[in-house]
């Protein structure tokens, strides 16, 4: 348990937490929509602190990051609750507190600790990932400044909906923002995740990337009958295009069914393969499959000369054209992050 740093004190005895864009009011002996951060007699808490649910060492592809250091491990920190309850949730055992008993036997380990063992894993770098980092925002701070004094790489895995404010604190320390981008309207973010400011998501991204420079690469996981139609594709693509730049990389996933949409059938190939065609259509250079090893859409091909640059089947990488971040047979500038 840690003080949250984010937050204000009101009248009595009553706080408002700022480390996400819900910026809950939270009265004593309360919790916040994510039921992380507990008031404790007009005092903020955050009860992560340096309880992972979940450790592993996992290929950067994972994230999935496909510009950002390919063929490196990265050591992934996995918490408990999340602040968005999202009706698809693959990860809904650690996400949703209320449907599980929190174990209280999970161990802790402190930010030295993770530094530590991302070296003794040999991985390149640390993530925060498998549910919200926001969700213990104090803890991704102070492993991400120890992180970068180590010359470790950091990558928040993430929905976006971290305040402004938040991303300020921990920008300089942080290298890379995959964010999902689920959909393109109102009634979908709401159907979902019961989500009304979605459009905050799109300027803390554009954040990250102008303010903090980050590496921003964006996932849309495509459900069926919910985001798959054009406009809301194009939307995200244009988007994309025009506020993160053309060579941002765009990965539409496919849907499996879980939690509360186990009613709907996993994504159709044709649908990835019509996602990707509005994404190129839109302007961007590098739009890939998720979810479908060996579909072609997971490589990388140069959008000058159309040679293969990065050879993918799943998280299995083959440099096979890069020269830094450029392409090596033409010199087109590729968008890659590279040790
Ligand atoms: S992190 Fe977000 S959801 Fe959780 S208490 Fe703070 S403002 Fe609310």
Redo the contacts with the bound molecule.
Sequence with gaps: MRE?L??EKLKDSRV?????????I?NPDK???????HNQSGT?Y?LNYARPSSVAADPIEKKPLFHFFPGTQVFSFGSW?C?FHCQDCQNWEISCPEDISQPSSSREIQPDEAIKLTKRYHCDGIAWTYNEP??W?EYTLDCAKLAKKENLYTVYVTNG?L?PEALDAIGPYLDAWRVDIKGFSDAFYLKLAKISNWRGILDVAKQAKIKWKMHVEAVTNIIPTLNDDDQQLRGIASWIRDELGELTPWHVTRFYPAHYMMDLPPTPTQTLERACNIGKEAGLKFVYTGNVPGHQNENTVCYSCGRLIVQRFGYQTKLAGLKDSHCQFCGAELNFKRL
């Design positions: 949250a984010l937050y408002c937490c700022h480390t996400c864009q819900w910026r809950c939270i919790f916040g929509v994510c039921r992380m951060y903020l955050n609750g602040n926001s969700i925002f909906y305040s």
